[in-house]
């Protein structure tokens, strides 16, 4: 486990994450991060839940439109 200090950043408040944890994370600066409620308490992830439901559909409609989609692409 990590421990992250909160840290005054203009009027607002920010935790800086050290470099070990960036490179785990695969992000960099500028990079968008999510915190998620789990059961367990929550959870800062480079992964956006709501983006991969929308990816899962649109991939189930190429999936099924495949022969559309081609001739689309011509």
Known sequence: MTSLKLTRIGNSVGVVLPK????????????AVYLTESP??????PYDAE????????????????????????
Do not use: H, N
Request: glycine content about 8%; cysteine-free.
């Open 40 to 45: 367990d308490g929550y959870r800062l992830t």
């Open 51 to 74: 983006f991969e439901r929308q990816m899962e559909a649109a991939r189930r409609v190429m999936k099924r439109r495949r022969a559309a989609l081609r001739e689309l692409a011509k």
């Open 20 to 31: 070990d944890v960036l490179a785990r994370l695969r992000l960099g600066e500028g990079d």
